[in-house]
């Protein structure tokens, strides 16, 4: 997926960043909310240096007892539910 389509998708951006919201310590997430067209091929997504594995997963089957700290929260907070 070209770059500029996905620069033109960002419908949300915000920045989590209370001091204790990680175990880990003062974690700052920078979060976007990209909505594609629904007839356009998801781009591939890969892990990185904290995740062995990525992958597209519908809306509807997340499941907040399986995510990272506040994961779940940061998603429900971009879509507006919170």
């Known amino acids: 997926m070209p770059a500029p389509v996905l620069k033109g998708s960002i419908k949300r951006q915000a920045v989590y960043d209370a001091p204790y919201r990680s175990a880990r310590g003062r974690t700052i997430t920078h979060a976007f ?7 356009l091929e998801l781009p ?14 519908p809306l509807s089957e997340l499941d907040p007892q399986v995510m990272f700290e506040d ?6 907070d971009m879509l507006g539910a919170v």
Do not use: M, N
Not at 33 to 39: F, M
Not at 44 to 57: E, M
């Open 44 to 57: 591939k997504v890969k892990g990185s240096d904290d995740a062995k594995t990525a992958r597209w997963v």
């Open 33 to 39: 909310y990209i909505e594609l067209e629904p007839s």
């Open 71 to 76: 994961h779940y929260f940061i998603i429900q």
